[in-house]
């Protein structure tokens, strides 16, 4: 039975579940979610996500939500094809990796979703982003890219010298933040730039993001 | 060599690294952390949390950082001692376990954190705690737990009919809640109050909830 991804390709946490897919070439069904009507917000899909958020996912009778869950189901599962996400071979590497999965969660993500929201969520329906909640978080970014400007100079990629989940899982938000005039953050600091640079350009996320297309509506 | 984890047994981050050990019943050496020194900004221990966080984490040459990746290393090591604490001999199961996990960082982390900031933290340096965000947070907060109420009218924890990670990892944050007036968005919950009753009693927690002493500075 074909797996099939509830959410819309252009949503970030949806784009993080398709990067994982790509990077294992697997074949799946984008079935989309009419978030604009709240769809998300009513059965049948309340059953797939208590939350009412995208996106959620089937695989035969596996069914999960939260994009990085179901990005570790992916990565595990099919674990010897493709791209090895988790390094799941060896408990040191796969627990940097996981160090580096959470730095993702309770330090990238928090000031970044509030920059997405202010830089290109806010435009988009006619509010004024707020440049006093733009300068705290772009603060509190900076300070985490400085911390990430020195791994990069230890390691190529945030976990080691290999491309892992842990970078994976920043593309999506950076995607679209790098369209922003705040990109300096990240290209002001030579080792990020490049990290972001090497990313960026790796087939899976070409070919993901040719489906990112918020920022096009700007 | 001894396991050494760096922190403070009062801190919520590293609580939950120790409530691993005690459900797993391994040794360890607790390293105290000059918070109010600020010895975790500067060096040698920015060498083992480059931001300047506790806990960290060392066990031999493995050093960590990031409560819930050390957990997640513990668990994995010694996935066949003490409790079973990732189910990863069923990649089933052990996605769910991952998803109810994943709902904590990202749901029930943030609202938490505001909380306890405002109710024990602001009382404990003599600021007053802002009446606004209370009830912002609170009403997040409520918000997740009538789909925890939910959950566990199907399962008696959060992933399954098993205690796991997912439950462990909320019960620093909540065994200082409990202690709030604002206790009431729990116990007003009957399987989430009968939840909490259940994993506050077992012999791990009531172990590490020894050292969680903050609400007593009161």
Redesign the interface.
């Known amino acids: 039975m074909m797996i099939k991804v509830h959410g819309m390709a252009l949503a970030t946490c949806t784009a993080r579940v398709l990067l994982c897919l790509a990077e294992k070439g697997l074949d799946y069904e984008l079935v989309p979610v009419d978030v604009a009507a709240g769809e998300h917000k009513q059965q049948p899909y309340l059953s797939l996500n208590?939350?009412g958020q995208i996106p959620a996912f089937e695989d035969g009778?596996?069914k999960?939500?939260?994009s990085?869950?179901i990005s570790?189901?992916l990565a595990?599962?099919h674990k010897d094809i493709g791209t090895d996400l988790l390094r799941s071979g060896c408990?040191?590497e796969?627990?940097?990796v996981?160090?580096w999965?959470?730095?993702e969660?309770?330090?990238f993500?928090?000031p970044m979703r509030k920059l997405i929201h202010q830089l290109i969520l806010n435009p988009l329906v006619g509010s004024v982003p707020d440049e006093k909640i733009i300068e705290t978080e772009l603060e509190k970014l900076g300070k985490v890219f400085d911390?990430y400007e020195?791994?990069l100079s230890v390691t190529k990629y945030l976990a080691g010298d290999f491309y892992s989940m842990a970078d994976l899982y920043r593309i999506p938000y950076l995607f679209y933040f790098m369209k922003t005039p705040k990109a300096i953050v990240v290209t002001d600091r030579p080792r990020v730039l490049a990290w972001w640079i090497d990313i960026s350009s790796r087939p899976a996320t070409i070919e993901v993001s040719e489906g990112m297309t918020l920022h096009k509506f700007l």
């Open positions: 208590p939350f009778n596996v999960l939500f939260e990085r869950a570790k189901y595990n599962k408990l040191e796969s627990s940097i996981e160090t999965m959470e730095v969660a309770h330090h993500n928090a911390v020195q791994k």
